[in-house]
């Protein structure tokens, strides 16, 4: 196995699938276990930021009158409905996890403690980072890639709708070509819209590997953490 310790990024919006009627799809949590599991059983210690974009964005907030720093806040619960979601669905399948939050909660989430964190992935639990970092005006990226660096993951996987990183929007362009590998200065350079700059350069700085990759394709999570080439590498 070439990562042993994995921070996965999920976006909130893909717990829809296709079906944008409902928020969560059952079909997708469902799918999203069954390759966490596999990925769990080959032996690597897993930790998951997931974003809220299908129940409530932060960016939103303007458009609906609400304040900047409120409709953030808004934002990190709705990562939390999302971590509960998807922690119920890997205890369904026998996996342990354990729910930590950047904002008090204790009813359902422990506090982000780092040592804590360290501890729970060392004892084989998945661990899941809900309410982004607690504070507004960073997004869920920038959560993953502190959470990556603070718990000394291997590799940031950001799990997403396409099978890596394209020199323009390839659902929209059918010319778009794709990169295997790119260095963070290249996709700096070339303008490619990864990660927002905040969380792209705690990645850069900390040299902490990002891996974009499908995360709707069966078995990709597995290969992309033994290593094989199933998504873009930007190291």
């Known amino acids: 196995m070439k990562y042993k310790r994995i921070l996965l990024k999920l976006s909130g919006e893909a717990l829809q699938g296709s079906n944008k009627s409902v928020n969560i799809d059952p079909a997708v949590l469902e799918q999203y276990s069954e390759e966490i599991k596999a990925l769990k059983a080959a032996g690597v210690e897993l930790a998951i930021v997931i974003g809220g974009g299908n129940i409530f964005r932060g960016g939103q907030a303007e458009a609906l ?14 990562t939390v409905i999302n971590a509960m979601a998807l922690q119920s669905a890997l205890e369904r399948h026998g996996l342990y996890t354990r729910l930590m939050s950047g904002m008090k909660m204790e009813q359902v989430c422990e506090p982000f403690i780092r040592r804590r964190a360290i501890r729970h992935l060392e004892k084989g639990r998945i661990v899941i980072f809900g309410a982004g970092i607690g504070n507004p005006y960073f997004t869920t990226d920038s959560t993953a890639s502190l959470r990556a660096i603070e ?3 291997d ?15 390839p659902e929209k362009f059918n010319d778009a070509v794709r990169y295997n590998s790119l ?11 990864i990660m927002d700059m905040t969380a792209f350069t705690l990645c850069m700085e900390n040299k902490l590997p990002i891996i974009v990759f499908d995360m ?6 597995l290969k992309v953490a033994q290593g094989e080439e199933a998504g873009t590498l930007i190291s």
């Open 65 to 78: 009158g609400i304040d900047r720093v409120q409709g953030d806040y808004m934002g990190m619960l709705a």
């Open 216 to 221: 709707n394709k069966k078995g990709n999570l």
């Open 155 to 169: 590799v940031v996987l950001k799990g997403t709708r396409v099978d890596g990183v394209y020199d323009k929007d």
């Open 183 to 193: 260095t963070f200065q290249e996709a700096y350079e070339k303008n490619l819209n």
């Open 151 to 153: 718990v000394q993951a």
